[in-house]
């Protein structure tokens, strides 16, 4: 029953049962006023050849995708500059993990045991292996357990990761939302930022993360904003969490991109993750965020980015991860 008990939110944090108590902290970036009529992602993705949903369904089922051609190739632009930014301007570590992991690992960042209907689960056939294995719902899981069973030291803080892997819902509990399209997948890629703090610096590092995430948006000129959660509306492991929310043009609406969360020393409880100091032993300060998901980010860049003829403008930044190409 502890278990299944939520992290403790700090005192800034709106109190309120869901989303309607949220705080919208800010809006960045002009939104484009379009002269012509705005065709989704899905259109545009027709349109060119590179979004195929039919055959996708075919080869796994509902809510999967396969990217083809420039659009295949614009999906592994925005991870490259994404990984580039977040190591070379921010200073985070690259990291490649697995993305099977053990059932304490899940346990540890909070998706285990409450979660469990939200993650997909392996089938083991090896009977000397007692441990159930789950395929990451996010980078998360992997990068903050890194630090579990362990000791570090305090002059080896902060410690930065960042990871580009697939992430794996079921979304069980979002049957008939989002059905259409690439906003809401089974299987999707995402770049995660991962911070281990001291505890008294959670709060700075969380302002830090959040300015990562937005720095990705601001240099591919995108429209966004960033709302403060409610106490109703947060993880399950967070204490206090911003949400960036990018402008989607053909749903004429914000849609969460990041999700930027401290943690607090709830995960490191879990993890049995600590640090010495003058003291002695203290647990750990985790927090994560996205940098950025790689899908809804593709779709809002290409709606964004749209002309008239249905072609799709490539921004200067990703140009040179794109062969130089201006236009798909």
């Not at 065709?39 to 979004?51: A, C």
């Not at 930027?260 to 985790?286: D, I, N, P, W």
């Not at 593709?298 to 190409?325: C, R, T, W």
Request: charged content about 25%.
């Amino acid at each position: 029953m502890l278990s299944s008990l939520p992290n403790l939110s700090l005192d800034d944090v709106p109190v309120g049962q869901d989303e309607k108590s949220n705080k919208i902290v800010k809006k960045v970036g002009k939104i484009r006023n379009f002269d012509f009529n705005i065709k989704s992602h899905i259109d545009l993705g027709n349109q060119n050849g590179g979004i195929d949903f039919e055959i996708a369904t075919k080869l796994s089922g509902t809510r999967f995708v396969v990217l083809k051609n420039n659009f295949a190739l614009l999906e592994r632009a925005l991870i490259n500059f994404m990984l580039d930014t977040h190591t070379n301007k921010f200073g985070y570590e690259e990291i490649s993990p697995p993305v099977i992991v053990n059932e304490e690992i899940m346990f540890g960042t909070g998706q285990l045991p409450k979660f469990l209907e939200d993650q997909f689960e392996l089938k083991i056939d090896n009977k000397n292996d007692k441990n159930k294995k789950f395929l990451i719902p996010t980078a998360e899981v992997v990068l903050t357990n890194l630090v579990r069973d362990s000791v570090v030291n305090k002059d080896d803080l902060p410690k930065r990761f960042v990871a580009s892997t697939p992430c794996f819902r079921k979304e069980a509990g979002s049957y008939g939302k989002d059905t259409r399209g690439m906003i809401r997948q089974h299987q999707f890629f995402k770049v995660e930022l991962v911070s281990i703090v001291e505890p008294n610096n959670c709060e700075k590092e969380l302002e830090r993360k959040l300015n990562c995430a937005e720095e990705i948006l601001k240099l591919l000129d995108l429209p966004y904003r960033v709302t403060l959660l409610s106490t109703g509306d947060m993880g399950f492991s967070a204490e206090k969490t911003y949400d960036v929310e990018v402008w989607m043009p053909f749903e004429k609406q914000y849609r969460e991109i990041s999700s930027c969360s401290s943690c607090g020393t709830f995960q490191s409880r879990r993890m049995s993750a600590k640090y010495k100091t003058q003291k002695g032993v203290e647990f750990l300060g985790t927090l994560n965020g996205s940098g950025l998901a790689v899908g809804r980010l593709l779709i809002a860049l290409i709606e964004n980015n749209q002309n008239d003829d249905g072609s799709i403008n490539i921004p200067d930044v990703l140009k040179k991860y794109m062969n130089n190409i201006t236009k798909i």
